[in-house]
């Protein structure tokens, strides 16, 4: 029988705060340090390598003094412009194609971390009742707050979008045609949020799992279509908000 109501045995208490909190510190960080990494090689590469202009100065050149040889092919110093240039294709990188890596980042731990179990596939939140200290739901909350970081700056620049749809159904998010999150969904538990046909989800709270008495609980959350979910608003694990229904702030 399960252990709900019990202390963690020395294992359990080794794999989530010696093994599951030190790698989550260490995930949480590396955005920013890869962030710095890849500005300083991206700098470096752009002053030395190919995407510097190459301005091929004549091999002699005059100047004020007279003539002198200037090595064919050499480099012009970097000026205002390409400085503006180099800025330009740092800022496209790190709106684009670095929050897309750590989307994808994303989608492999939850891949990774969230095994099957009952009736749940791999990479899906578990449904279902818990004990706290269980492996699943420690390897549940990696990935959840994982999702706060990780996701936050691809889907907060696609928001209002139906592009940022498109992530969130990989997220596993089960998502309707022409429904809208307006402002970005306060959850990590992904796979328990079902949302129909145009609903306009508008920075409301999800709170689709509960503890109580050290048991983890979530159940599947059912938005059916034409919901408008107002700000702050708040809606519970295993709820059912009926079509056409709109939930003011609370």
């Known amino acids: 029988a399960e252990r709900f109501l019990f202390e963690p045995t020395w294992s359990e208490f080794l794999y989530r705060f010696a093994l599951l909190d030190g790698l989550m510190d260490v995930l949480m960080m590396a955005p920013i340090a890869a962030g710095f ?30 003539d002198f040889e200037q090595p064919a092919g050499s480099l012009e110093p970097m000026g205002t412009y390409d400085y503006v240039v180099f800025a330009g294709l740092l800022t496209f990188f790190f709106v684009t194609l670095f929050p897309l890596g750590l989307h994808l980042i994303f989608l492999g731990m939850k891949k990774l971390f969230l095994v099957p179990h009952k009736d749940v596939k791999r990479g899906a939140t578990p449904r279902g009742t818990y004990p706290l200290w269980s492996k699943h739901v420690n390897n ?111």
Request: glycine residues 8%; proline residues 2%.
């Open 140 to 250: 549940h909350f990696l990935v959840w707050t994982l999702s706060t970081s990780y996701n936050a700056p691809l889907l907060m620049a696609l928001e209002g979008t139906l592009l940022c749809n498109v992530f969130y159904r990989l997220c596993g998010i089960s998502i309707g045609r022409n429904s809208l999150f307006v402002r970005r969904a306060s959850t990590g538990d992904f796979d328990n949020f079902i949302v129909g046909d145009d609903c306009v989800i508008n920075a409301a709270q999800m709170q689709l799992h509960t503890f109580e008495d050290r048991v983890f609980w979530s159940e599947a959350t059912y938005i059916h279509n034409g919901v408008v979910l107002h700000p702050t608003s708040v809606v519970m694990g295993g709820a059912s908000i009926g079509a056409n229904a709109e939930l003011m702030s609370g």
């Open 37 to 66: 990494v890849i500005a300083l090689v991206f700098y470096k590469i752009y002053t030395e390598g190919p995407f510097l202009k190459m301005r091929k100065w004549a091999a002699t050149t005059s100047n004020n003094r007279g």
